[in-house]
Nanobody, 123 residues
Framework: QVQLMESGGGSVQAGGSLRLSCRASRIPYSRPYMAWFRQAPGKEREGVAA???????TYDDSVKGRFTISRDDADNTLYLQMDNLNPEDTAMYYCAAASSTWFPLAPSGYPYWGQGTQVTVSS
């Protein structure tokens, strides 16, 4: 059974930082396309950042320059370093995996999802 386990969420004040981790196991691809998504109450799930094997990254404009996605394939772990957080970043953050996708920040391209980790940013 595929497992994606997120950790690292929490509550911070505006301007603070958090680092999210996602440990993957039993993914049926040797080097999956992986991404972070987030969903705030009453809003649709949106793509935050994605990373291909080899390191090519894609970011949503709202997080460019503040968030950094990375991966450690030897440890099957995906990371999201989030700096200069603001209250608009408050959401449940999910990691996701796919064999490949034409649209890295579209949720529909990812068949495997974690349970999420909550990030709350106060002003």
């Amino acid at each position: 059974q595929v497992q994606l386990m997120e950790s690292g969420g929490g509550s911070v004040q505006a301007g603070g930082s958090l680092r999210l981790s996602c440990r993957a196991s039993r993914i049926p691809y040797s080097r999956p396309y992986m991404a972070w998504f987030r969903q705030a109450p009453g809003k649709e799930r949106e793509g935050v950042a994605a990373i291909k094997t080899g390191g090519t990254t894609t970011y949503d404009d709202s997080v460019k320059g503040r968030f950094t996605i990375s991966r450690d394939d030897a440890d099957n772990t995906l990371y999201l370093q989030m700096d200069n957080l603001n209250p608009e970043d408050t959401a449940m953050y999910y990691c996701a995996a796919a064999s490949s996708t034409w649209f890295p920040l579209a949720p529909s391209g990812y068949p495997y999802w974690g349970q999420g980790t909550q990030v709350t940013v106060s002003s």
